[in-house]
């Protein structure tokens, strides 16, 4: 026996309310105690919070593809009329979506008309369908006496074509149980019901409630099976929902009331869409939104065009992966088809960015950060996780919410970024996953979201992935810029130390600059390169470097080279140094290490991650710190025994790439 739980009233009126918590309790009770029986729930996706938070409490016990979600037409308060109508056609979408399921039962729990709202669809029991329907009927038990238009829209139908049995359920006096039969089967199911009533002496054993439920249920399912009743022709068959929307067009017409039009009319075909979409393969929406309106060319940025690329080229059989973007002030996203016909040269013309298409058991991956885009669409995102879609995003680092001293760079703000951040956290921990760039990175987080209240309990999982470091499949640019021989024929004269980074307070350049200070003073004769942009609230450290005495002698600073270049002054230089105060990764250390370059770092978790005994390593704030560092690390070189980064593990982008999509592939399907 296929059983379908609709939840709508749990959805109403909210998840801790009496209604909602009993129908997760009886849920979870029939699941539990369900024998060879299938047991589904039904959510509408159109009241997507409430839909999100049941959808992650139901999956601490039922499988997600027993989750089901259809959508109905959003009912509006300024226009009863435009709501009756809406209420019709979210009518017959939900028939629809049931026949195509095929259910033996459908449980509802109905509520008291003085309980209703307009925030969603009131549904009167239908004519008979071609299942059976077992209402639970809730009536407070502090009324002063039932409501008497509590059962009146189902009273209300013609007597010929139903029967109502009303059971008193479970220990609840406030629920009654109330079991819509053909008239043929009316006889023979008053008998064989009444004598299996649910009775209260059993309350306190929920294994006996739900087999007594069922066994109801089965006789209830069974006297229909045998009954060849007279009652009107179903509006929908299962036959006809292999192709449900011609045949839900069809009957929608057939109202008796005006058809849809204007924005009713484009609010019944997103219903429609949603609750029935397009036979296709299952999709991985990979949001790229930064590199789709401005490729700001960030560490961050070439850590998303390097995984498209990757999940793009090892895409699982029978999975489409698709790039996907959205505006921080529009919601909704749309595929990024003109963005991909270009970024993976696939000579198409005429492509429309249209909106997505997503349905139950596709993948959302947040892989770009954008952090107006991601907060802006939480909304969208709990409609997503109501359909049944997964939703997972990569964290590259908590530095903002960890170190916000480093990241105050609107004077007239200056705890801005620190809010973005934070929020960012907020709203991507609401669902199923994190996928961190480092196990530094997952422990903050982890630790992180466990101080922050929680608005509902769900499983979050969070898990790590090391970024790729094969430059060449990362897209890398190419030049060289006049002057480039000069300075790569300075690094090769002398010993090189090698700094990679945008140019911030929290990147330790200032540490560095001053270090070597010390060391030029002390007659040491070595070059220091840094190479990165500049960044915030390093005006200062521009100053000196462009004024120093030692600049483009001894004393190099690169800004904005291409990959071609940074190559090269790799393999000129002899030691790279990573001073970060704070990283999420560190792709510098692995691309010293893919060119056999010696490591200098400071000691912080990540780095000791990554880099693990293939480095030399030093604390402290100070610049003779590092430069006693750099001291003890040339002593050891010229003795041949300094560490060797030359086994130091990496993996590839494609490596990155399938450890990713195994995470999103298990997402499916585990909870």
């Given at each position: 026996?296929?059983?379908?739980?609709?939840?709508?009233?749990?959805?109403l009126?909210?998840?801790?309310?009496?209604?909602?918590?009993?129908s997760?309790a009886?849920a979870?009770?029939?699941?539990?105690?369900?024998?060879?029986?299938?047991?589904?729930?039904?959510?509408?996706a159109?009241?997507?919070?409430?839909?999100?938070?049941?959808?992650?409490?139901?999956?601490?016990?039922?499988?997600?593809?027993?989750?089901?979600?259809?959508?109905?037409?959003?009912?509006?308060?300024?226009?009863?009329?435009?709501?009756?109508?809406?209420?019709?056609?979210?009518?017959?979408?939900?028939?629809?979506?049931?026949?195509?399921?095929?259910?033996?039962?459908?449980?509802?729990?109905?509520?008291?008309?003085?309980?209703?709202?307009?925030?969603?669809?009131?549904?009167?029991?239908?004519?008979?369908?071609?299942?059976?329907?077992?209402?639970?009927?809730?009536?407070?038990?502090?009324?002063?006496?039932?409501?008497?238009?509590?059962?009146?829209?189902?009273g209300?139908?013609?007597?010929?074509?139903h029967?109502?049995?009303?059971?008193?359920?479970?220990?609840?006096?406030?629920?009654?149980?109330?079991?819509?039969?053909p008239?043929?089967?009316?006889?023979?199911?008053?008998?064989?019901?009444?004598?299996?009533?649910?009775?209260?002496?059993?309350?306190?054993?929920?294994?006996?409630?739900?087999?007594?439920?069922?066994?109801?249920?089965?006789?209830?399912?069974?006297?229909?099976?045998?009954?060849?009743?007279?009652?009107?022709?179903?509006?929908?068959?299962?036959?006809?929902?292999?192709?449900?929307a011609?045949?839900?067009?069809?009957?929608?017409?057939?109202?008796?009331?005006?058809?849809?039009?204007?924005?009713?009319?484009?609010?019944?075909?997103?219903?429609?869409?949603?609750?029935?979409?397009r036979?296709?393969?299952?999709?991985?929406?990979v949001?790229?939104?930064g590199?789709?309106?401005?490729?700001?060319?960030?560490?961050?940025?070439?850590?998303?065009?390097?995984?498209?690329?990757?999940?793009?080229?090892?895409?699982?059989?029978?999975?489409?992966?698709?790039?996907?973007?959205?505006h921080?002030?529009?919601?909704?996203?749309?595929?990024?088809?003109?963005?991909?016909?270009?970024?993976?040269?696939?000579?198409?013309?005429?492509?429309?960015?249209?909106?997505?298409?997503?349905?139950?058991?596709?993948?959302?991956?947040?892989?770009?950060?954008?952090?107006?885009?991601?907060?802006?669409?939480?909304?969208?995102?709990r409609?997503?996780?109501?359909?049944?879609?997964?939703?997972?995003?990569?964290?590259h680092?908590?530095?903002?919410?960890?170190?916000p001293?480093?990241?105050?760079?609107?004077?007239?703000?200056?705890?801005?970024?620190?809010?973005l951040?934070?929020?960012?956290?907020?709203?991507i921990?609401?669902?199923?996953g994190?996928?961190?760039?480092?196990?530094?990175?997952?422990?903050?987080?982890?630790?992180?979201?466990?101080?922050?209240?929680?608005?509902?309990?769900?499983?979050?999982?969070?898990t790590?992935?090391?970024?790729g470091?094969?430059?060449?499949?990362?897209?890398?640019?190419?030049?060289?810029?006049?002057?480039?021989?000069?300075?790569l024929?300075?690094?090769?004269?002398?010993?090189?130390?090698?700094?990679?980074?945008?140019?911030?307070?929290?990147?330790?350049q200032?540490?560095?600059?001053?270090?070597?200070?010390?060391?030029?003073?002390?007659r040491q004769?070595?070059?220091?390169?840094?190479?990165?942009?500049?960044?915030?609230?390093?005006?200062a450290?521009?100053?000196?470097?462009?004024?120093?005495r030692?600049?483009?002698?001894?004393?190099?600073?690169?800004?904005?080279?291409?990959?071609?270049?940074?190559?090269?002054?790799?393999?000129?230089?002899a030691?790279?140094?990573?001073?970060?105060e704070?990283?999420?990764?560190?792709?510098?250390?692995?691309?010293a290490?893919?060119?056999?370059?010696?490591?200098?770092?400071?000691d912080?978790?990540?780095?000791?991650?990554?880099?693990?005994?293939?480095?030399?390593?030093?604390?402290?704030?100070?610049?003779s710190?590092?430069?006693?560092?750099?001291?003890?690390?040339?002593?050891?070189?010229?003795?041949?025994?300094?560490?060797?980064?030359?086994?130091?593990?990496?993996?590839?982008?494609?490596?990155?790439?399938?450890?990713?999509?195994?995470?999103?592939?298990?997402?499916?399907?585990?909870?």
């Amino acid at each position: 026996m296929r059983i379908v739980i609709d939840l709508a009233a749990a959805q109403l009126h909210g998840r801790s309310s009496d209604v909602g918590r009993y129908s997760l309790a009886l849920a979870r009770t029939l699941f539990t105690h369900r024998g060879t029986h299938e047991i589904f729930t039904l959510l509408d996706a159109t009241q997507s919070e409430s839909a999100h938070f049941l959808r992650h409490a139901l999956m601490r016990f039922l499988p997600p593809g027993n989750i089901l979600a259809w959508q109905s037409v959003p009912l509006t308060s300024a226009n009863p009329e435009a709501s009756c109508q809406r209420n019709q056609v979210s009518q017959l979408i939900r028939d629809a979506f049931l026949a195509k399921l095929r259910p033996d039962l459908v449980q509802e729990i109905r509520l008291a008309a003085h309980d209703n709202t307009d925030q969603a669809p009131a549904f009167a029991p239908s004519m008979q369908r071609p299942y059976a329907t077992a209402i639970l009927r809730y009536e407070p038990a502090t009324a002063a006496s039932p409501s008497p238009n509590a059962v009146s829209a189902y009273g209300a139908l013609p007597s010929a074509h139903h029967e109502e049995l009303e059971i008193a359920l479970l220990c609840d006096p406030a629920f009654k149980l109330s079991l819509d039969i053909p008239a043929a089967a009316r006889d023979e199911a008053r008998n064989d019901l009444a004598a299996m009533a649910l009775d209260r002496a059993a309350a306190s054993d929920q294994e006996a409630i739900a087999q007594r439920m069922l066994r109801t249920y089965e006789h209830l399912v069974s006297t229909m099976q045998r009954s060849e009743t007279g009652d009107p022709k179903p509006p929908f068959s299962a036959n006809d929902m292999r192709q449900p929307a011609p045949a839900l067009l069809h009957a929608i017409a057939e109202l008796e009331c005006e058809r849809p039009l204007g924005e009713d009319l484009r609010l019944t075909a997103q219903a429609i869409a949603a609750s029935f979409p397009r036979n296709v393969e299952p999709q991985i929406f990979v949001d790229i939104s930064g590199i789709v309106q401005f490729d700001a060319k960030t560490g961050v940025q070439r850590v998303t065009r390097s995984v498209l690329k990757a999940l793009y080229e090892n895409a699982p059989a029978g999975w489409r992966v698709e790039p996907v973007y959205a505006h921080a002030d529009r919601t909704g996203y749309y595929y990024a088809r003109r963005f991909a016909n270009s970024f993976f040269d696939l000579g198409l013309s005429e492509l429309d960015d249209a909106p997505i298409e997503p349905c139950a058991g596709d993948v959302f991956l947040g892989l770009d950060l954008q952090h107006d885009v991601v907060i802006g669409q939480s909304d969208y995102y709990r409609y997503l996780s109501a359909l049944g879609v997964r939703l997972y995003f990569t964290v590259h680092d908590l530095l903002p919410v960890l170190l916000p001293h480093y990241f105050r760079m609107n004077k007239a703000d200056p705890d801005m970024v620190y809010r973005l951040h934070w929020q960012w956290l907020k709203t991507i921990s609401q669902f199923d996953g994190a996928i961190c760039v480092s196990k530094a990175v997952a422990d903050e987080f982890a630790s992180w979201t466990a101080q922050q209240p929680r608005e509902q309990e769900h499983s979050l999982r969070i898990t790590w992935v090391h970024n790729g470091a094969d430059i060449t499949n990362s897209l890398p640019s190419a030049g060289m810029p006049d002057g480039a021989t000069h300075v790569l024929d300075s690094l090769r004269a002398r010993r090189s130390f090698l700094a990679v980074g945008t140019i911030e307070p929290r990147k330790g350049q200032t540490q560095i600059l001053a270090a070597f200070d010390e060391l030029w003073a002390q007659r040491q004769d070595l070059n220091l390169v840094l190479v990165g942009k500049q960044g915030w609230g390093v005006e200062a450290l521009i100053e000196r470097l462009r004024n120093h005495r030692e600049f483009n002698a001894r004393l190099f600073w690169l800004e904005g080279i291409s990959d071609e270049y940074l190559e090269k002054i790799y393999a000129a230089s002899a030691c790279l140094i990573a001073a970060s105060e704070g990283e999420g990764f560190g792709l510098p250390l692995i691309e010293a290490a893919q060119h056999k370059l010696p490591i200098i770092a400071r000691d912080i978790p990540v780095f000791r991650e990554v880099v693990g005994q293939h480095g030399l390593y030093f604390s402290g704030v100070a610049p003779s710190d590092l430069a006693e560092c750099v001291k003890t690390w040339v002593s050891l070189d010229q003795a041949g025994a300094a560490p060797k980064s030359d086994d130091m593990p990496w993996q590839t982008w494609d490596q990155s790439a399938k450890q990713i999509l195994e995470i999103l592939l298990d997402a499916r399907t585990s909870h």
